[in-house]
Structure formats: C-alpha cells, structure tokens
C-alpha cells in the first residue's frame, strides 16, 4: 500500500526552483533510496516533504491526503520522522533527555527505540556532544524511532561514519522497514551502500529524476546509473 506519494512536486529557495516535476512513491514496509551527485536535490526534496521548505507547485501526499497546508510539527504527528545530514542532536542534553524529545505519548516509545539501539543504553546519562560520530548517529535515528513513525526519511546516514558502523545502522534500517512496516526514504550519495537494502530507487540529476526503478533493474542500467549519478559520460573519467 502506498504511504507516501509526490505528484508534480516542485521545491526551491527565494523564487528559484532546485527540484522539479518530482513524482515519487514510497510504499508501507519498504526501503526506497533516493540518489544523486552534490546539488542534485536530495536534501531540498527530504525538506519539502517535511514541510521545512514549501513546495512552489505539486503537492506531498500521505495515506492519500494532502499535506500541503499542514505544518512540520503536524507532519510528525501523523508519522513522518525526519533525520537530517546534521542529525540536529541537542549537544548540551544526556542521549535519553534527547531521546525523550523524540517521543510522543507512548510511554514504552523511548524503551522500544532502546531496544533498537542497545548500543546506546550504557551511554543514556552521557551528554550527545560528547558521542562519537557513530554513537550519534544512532542517537539520531533512535530519537527518530522514539516517535514510532510510519515513514522515515534519513539524509547521508553513512557521512563521515566507519564502514562497520554504516553497516549496522543500515541492517537496522533493513529489520525496521521489513520486520515492522515503517517505510524508509534514505538519502545516500553511496550508490552500492544504498541498494544494498534498498527496494527501489530514484536517481536524480540537476532537480529532476533521470532514472527509477527496482534494485535489479538499477544494477541491470549500472552504466546509466553512473552516467547521471556521476553527471558525466561514462568514460570520461
């Protein structure tokens, strides 16, 4: 079933488009990788679905109802957690003071996200700016899944992050969206990372998608894919 849809949707800042046309869906249960160089619009368009930037034209459906005039705090109400690439941790508070922030009126909610996390249980009075880089990663996305979202966005999880560490919080991912029914937008420049779990994809190039489909048909086009991921001919390296 379909909890996430875009239709038309166009996004940018003072007057200037950066993402254009955008149609994508994100089904109940599943992983979708939306992928691009630098400056494709990855991030504007995790923005505009959190409603942080408004949308020009088009419009964000979720369940099939219009977002359009609903603000962000309302968007997470109804289920939409966001991670963004600066993870937006509070440095000065303990991980279960941030944890708790990300929880709404379940009360087992921060327990649940633990048990996701075990990793940071021994670390829950230790304040988040003195988290390694992989520790708050994690804290992040468990603040997320403190809120028990229905549709979770996350924006370069892998950035700066070890290889075994990337690895974990994306088998994370994969028994959260799979075991649980929570669908996932992740936002990843690591093409090979991303369809590692990812079910579908969308490729963006300048604003607009250039190419989509399922993980085999993606590995099947592997030239076209690098060819816009990269904004190059292949072969002109």
């Known amino acids: 079933m379909t909890l996430l849809e875009t239709t038309g949707l166009t996004l940018g800042y003072h007057g200037q488009a ?13 992983i979708v990788a939306l992928l691009g160089a630098n400056g494709a619009g990855k991030t504007t368009t995790l923005l505009g679905l959190s409603g942080l930037v408004a949308a020009m034209s088009g419009d964000v459906l979720l369940d099939g109802r219009s977002l359009a005039s609903v603000a962000p705090d309302e968007r997470v109400r109804r289920g939409l957690a966001h991670v963004p690439e600066d993870r937006a941790l509070f440095a000065d508070l303990t991980v279960l003071e941030n ?13 649940d996200a633990l048990d996701r996390c075990p990793e940071l249980r ?9 988290l390694s880089g992989g520790e708050q990663q994690m804290l992040a996305m468990a603040r ?12 370069e ?17 994969d028994e959260l969206a799979h ?6 937008l992740l936002v990843e420049q690591h093409v090979q990372q991303a369809l590692a779990v990812a079910d579908r994809g969308y490729v963006l190039n300048r604003g607009e998608i250039a190419l989509h489909g399922t993980v085999p048909v993606l590995r099947e086009r ?4 690098e060819a816009t991921y990269l904004g190059e001919s292949v072969g002109g390296h």
Request: aromatic residues 0%.
């Open 99 to 111: 944890l708790q922030l990300g929880q709404h009126s379940r009360r087992r909610s921060v327990d």
């Open 18 to 30: 950066v993402v254009r046309g955008l149609h994508l869906s994100v089904d109940e249960g599943e």
């Open 222 to 225: 592997s030239a076209q894919l």
């Open 179 to 184: 075991a649980s029914g929570c669908a996932v």
């Open 144 to 155: 997320a899944l403190a809120g028990k979202p229905r549709l979770l966005l996350v924006d």
């Open 157 to 173: 999880m892998s950035l700066g992050l070890a290889p075994l560490i990337v690895q974990r919080l994306l088998d994370m991912l």
């Open 122 to 130: 021994p670390l829950l009075s230790r304040r988040a700016g003195l």
